[in-house]
């Protein structure tokens, strides 16, 4: 298994400004991914984050929007950019394991004003 | 397209029930299928794989890839056992995303 921690673990923010979210995993994985859960709703997945190449963005999902960083095998971080209301949501990162199974961080509930 | 798909989104039953959580799955390869569960306040965790075929908190969830379902079961619920439920599915090659569906909120009634 893995332990995954994230910040903030909430924020309130005003429209137009941006948000950096970080996850920090306690061993080195290969894959991180970046998923949102809209209220009410199920989990969608962002991106797909490796170290040392370009994030993969799922449809829907734009680079300058999200920003995503992975300097090294034990870090990542989001950026929710030029939010607006609709971008409230809860941000979860999960890691894969040598196990072939995925492990999620507390995530980070976001609340734009 | 993988789709996961939970038809229920509310699913009450008294204590000491029988609980089936239905999920259905679309995918074109051979998926690994999961069930998670998200306790009220806690983070979203792995409650089984169908690969490992063990049983976690009394639950067991048999691939059934003729009827593409991944039902998951218990004999006997119990309260503790309120929480949210998530299927999903991932290609079996590993280092795939998941793919959700919507959930079943699961409320054991004492």
């Known amino acids: 298994s893995a332990v995954i921690s994230q910040k903030p673990s909430r924020d309130i923010c005003q429209r137009g400004t941006s948000l950096t979210i970080q996850c920090q995993v306690d061993?080195?994985?290969?894959?991180m991914f970046w998923y949102r859960q809209q209220p009410g709703q199920s989990l969608t997945l962002i991106a797909t984050?490796?170290?040392?190449?370009?994030?993969?963005?799922e449809s829907g999902f734009v680079i300058d929007k999200f920003p995503i960083s992975r300097p090294n095998l034990t870090f990542s971080t989001l950026t929710v950019s030029n939010m607006s209301p609709e971008d409230s949501s809860i941000y979860l990162c999960?890691?894969?394991?040598?196990?072939?199974?995925?492990?999620f961080g507390p995530g980070t509930r976001l609340l734009v004003l | 397209a993988q789709r996961v798909t939970q038809p229920e989104k509310l699913l009450s039953v008294f204590k000491g029930a029988p609980v089936e959580l239905k999920c259905n799955y679309s995918?074109?390869?051979?998926?690994?299928l999961f069930w998670y569960v998200q306790y009220s306040r806690q983070r979203l965790q792995l409650l089984l794989r169908?690969?490992s075929r063990e049983s976690i908190k009394g639950f067991t969830a048999d691939l059934n890839k003729g009827e593409t379902s991944f039902h998951l079961k218990k004999p006997f619920a119990q309260e503790e056992d309120s929480a949210m439920y998530y299927c999903?599915?991932?290609?079996?090659?590993?280092?795939?995303?998941?793919?959700f569906g919507k959930g079943t909120r699961l409320s054991v009634i004492a």
């Open positions: 999960s890691v894969e394991t040598g196990e072939e199974t995925q492990y």
């Open positions: 169908h690969i």
């Open positions: 999903a599915l991932s290609g079996i090659s590993g280092n795939t995303p998941l793919v």
């Open positions: 995918y074109s390869g051979s998926p690994e």
């Open positions: 984050a490796n170290q040392g190449s370009e994030a993969t963005y």
């Open positions: 061993s080195q994985v290969t894959m």
